[in-house]
């Protein structure tokens, strides 16, 4: 089952622009990352975020997490045309759980 | 190139045919998961073991099984196929001692189902 719900489903902003992708998710969780997905490719892992985190930076990339509405967001800044991709939100819930749940993914498409 | 390798890539067979998947996880993790990707379900979990032994199972049919090996690698088998089983299949592979488990991920394999 999908914990993580992504939003938008697709987005397409042009080069240089800001995108901005939220997550929400249902149960307490112990971290929440982010994955990107290049066409019918691997996940490579962008950025974890703990639980007791409210904002992580990475190079272009900035997570937010707020725990009382159960969300994040992942803002890529000054989009390039080769971050189009997928991105999906993924959940890591309890301190035994070691596997991932993932939402259904935002397709984001940089317009050069 | 996560150091995860999946074999084969592409991979076409009948209903009611076997497969094999292979996964070699990274040099040191010794935690391997599996991951099914379709477009109605998105990425499934589907098991995990950790040094040889079963650690979790999430949404995995019966008809799926798997197993990790002494060196480590993995193989997932998948029996009576269906059409419906048509995805991708991913492994991942952690470090699993630490709590903030970053999962690398292979290049998958996609399975198609006649």
């Known amino acids: 089952s999908q914990q993580g719900e992504e939003d938008p489903q697709a987005l397409s902003i042009q080069e240089g622009e800001n995108a901005t992708m939220n997550c929400s998710y249902k149960t307490s969780i112990n971290n929440l990352q982010w994955y990107r997905q290049n066409s019918g490719r691997g996940l490579v892992h962008l950025i974890l975020i703990r639980s007791n985190e409210r904002e992580k930076h990475s190079g272009r990339l900035r997570v937010t997490l707020d725990t009382s509405k159960k969300s994040s967001s992942l803002l890529i800044t000054a989009s390039r045309a080769a971050d189009t991709a997928s991105y999906f939100c993924a959940t890591k819930s309890g301190a035994g759980s070691y596997q991932l749940t993932f939402g259904k993914g935002t397709k984001l498409s940089v317009i050069p | 190139d996560s150091g995860v390798t999946q074999t084969p890539k592409h991979l076409i067979t009948a209903t009611g045919q076997r497969v094999t998947l292979r996964c070699s996880p990274r040099?040191?993790?010794?935690?391997v998961y599996w991951y099914q990707q379709s477009l109605d379900q998105g990425l499934q979990f589907l098991i995990q073991?950790?040094?040889?032994?079963?650690?979790a199972k999430g949404n995995i049919l019966e008809r799926f099984s798997a197993q990790q090996f002494p060196d480590l690698h993995s193989e997932l088998n998948l029996s009576s196929l269906e059409l419906g089983d048509s995805a991708l299949y991913f492994c991942?592979?952690?470090?699993?001692?630490?709590?903030?488990?970053?999962?690398?991920f292979g290049p998958g394999t996609r399975l198609t189902v006649l």
């Open positions: 991942a592979s952690s470090v699993e001692h630490r709590v903030d488990n970053e999962q690398f």
């Open positions: 040099s040191g993790d010794l935690s």
């Open positions: 073991y950790y040094n040889g032994e079963e650690r």
